[in-house]
T-cell receptor
Framework: SQQGEEDPQALSIQEGENATMNCSYK?????LQWYRQNSGRGLVHLIL?????REKHSGRLRVTLDTSKKSSSLLITASRAADTASYFC??????????FGDGTTLTVKP | DGGITQSPKYLFRKEGQNVTLSCEQN?????MYWYRQDPGQGLRLIYY???????QKGDIAEGYSVSREKKESFPLTVTSAQKNPTAFYLC?????????????FGPGTRLTVL
């Protein structure tokens, strides 16, 4: 079973709006990472947040982590058409492995 | 340029044939990974290797085999025993096999069984 599950499955917004996607997981983690995948390409790492951190920023990205609720959110502010992609969360699942969810597909309309 | 490369980009196979997907990295990373991605879904781990000459099964290893004879290379063979091999295959590497490491991904190989 998947450790991380993203929500919503798909999100469509206008350029300039903010996009929020969520990730829930089942067991305790040491860290959680967010990745982006453009269609037909490999994944690109966006940000890592550790279990003792609550919030982290990187440019227009803001990630929060609530370990009590076993959830994380990724906020993209002032979205651009180039942000159109699928976004995945990944949690460590032991023995050097990461477990990925099914992703949120974001479409930003110009 | 440093990075991780996969070849070929597209691969077609007849049923019953084995095929080998290439993955090479020049990042001096100890750990390497193979994932399978089906349409609209996330990544599922096939095999991973934390050090040369050692590798571990992931969640869906049946019908696949790997080798790790060199630090830079981690080829994946899709055997005829894999019943539904058509998928997008992604290779990744990380500095070590430590859980907190960022993984760097190659561009992927799309395998189609005819």
């Amino acid at each position: 079973s998947q450790q991380g599950e993203e929500d919503p499955q798909a999100l469509s917004i206008q350029e300039g709006e903010n996009a929020t996607m969520n990730c829930s997981y089942k067991t305790s983690i040491n860290n959680l990472q967010w990745y982006r995948q453009n269609s037909g390409r490999g994944l690109v790492h966006l940000i890592l947040i550790r279990s003792n951190e609550r919030e982290k920023h990187s440019g227009r990205l803001r990630v929060t982590l609530d370990t009590s609720k076993k959830s994380s959110s990724l906020l993209i502010t002032a979205s651009r058409a180039a942000d159109t992609a699928s976004y995945f969360c990944a949690t460590d699942s032991g023995a050097g492995k990461s477990t990925f969810g099914d992703g949120t597909t974001l479409t930003v309309k110009p | 340029d440093g990075g991780i490369t996969q070849s070929p980009k597209y691969l077609f196979r007849k049923e019953g044939q084995n095929v080998t997907l290439s993955c090479e990295q020049n990042l001096n990373h100890d750990a390497m990974y193979w994932y399978r991605q089906d349409p609209g879904q996330g990544l599922r781990l096939i095999y991973y290797s934390q050090i040369v000459n050692d590798f571990q099964k992931g969640d869906i290893a049946e019908g696949y085999s790997v080798s790790r004879e060199k630090k830079e290379s981690f080829p994946l063979t899709v055997t005829s025993a894999q019943k539904n091999p058509t998928a997008f295959y992604l290779c990744a590497s990380s500095t070590t096999g430590v859980l907190s490491d960022t993984q760097y991904f190659g561009p992927g190989t799309r395998l189609t069984v005819l």
